[in-house]
């Protein structure tokens, strides 16, 4: 009994669970696809997985689009709930990416319960930190030709930026309370940020520099 409990202890030391924070356009998702490369982690995007959702048609899918749609974060009980079923899909996991979750303070409480409940805990959050203008600008840019509704007005990203404003910065708070927060300059190029990621995430993983 003594040597499993140790070795569950050791798994859970030994996973890396990140969440990649910032505002919508930060290049939380650009970012996540560098890092799970690099070390070998499962993407957790919860944007990806309404975006399925809504493709599938099905009736969380139609729930969350109304919201989506207009800029509006998808209620809670929708997103943990999906976010739960997903962890369960990854029991040998050796660490997760969490890209666009939490987003408010009941999700960050949320995501400690389930994180608990697997014996690990947050390692670190990495926020992505780029002016309102430049998010603008690429959203903008994106909504040429991502097809995503979302992406293709104006009023409908601003409106996504004074939802992070209103609704997720508490999450970072509760994070830095923990000191488990890092701020990271997020408006160079795609290479520039994530060989600032990376100058972060290394000495949890062991690499030194
Ligand atoms: P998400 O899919 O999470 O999308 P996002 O935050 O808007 O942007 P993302 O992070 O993917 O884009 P990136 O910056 O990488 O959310 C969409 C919607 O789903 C939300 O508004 C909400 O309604 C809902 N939702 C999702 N999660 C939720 C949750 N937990 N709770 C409630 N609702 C939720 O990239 C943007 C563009 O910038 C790209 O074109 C990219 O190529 C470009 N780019 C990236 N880095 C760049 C760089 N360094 N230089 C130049 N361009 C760059």
Redesign the pocket.
Known sequence: MFYYLCFLQNTAIMMLNLILFGP????????SQLIIERYSLIHI????L?RNEIKAGTPLGQEAEK??HK????PDEV?IGMLGSVLETHPQAKGFIF??????AA?SEALDKLLELKGTTITKVLSLEVPEEELVR??L??GKTSGRT?DANENVIRA?IVEYHNKTTPVADHYAKVGKFKKVK?D???ED?FALLCHEIDPLVGVTA
């Open positions: 919508p356009g930060s290049g939380k998702g650009t970012q995007s919860t944007g990806d309404l919201f989506i800029g509006q974060l998808v997103v890209d666009g979750f939490p987003r408010t999700q690429r959203l840019e994106r979302d996504r997020g160079g190029t795609i940020t």
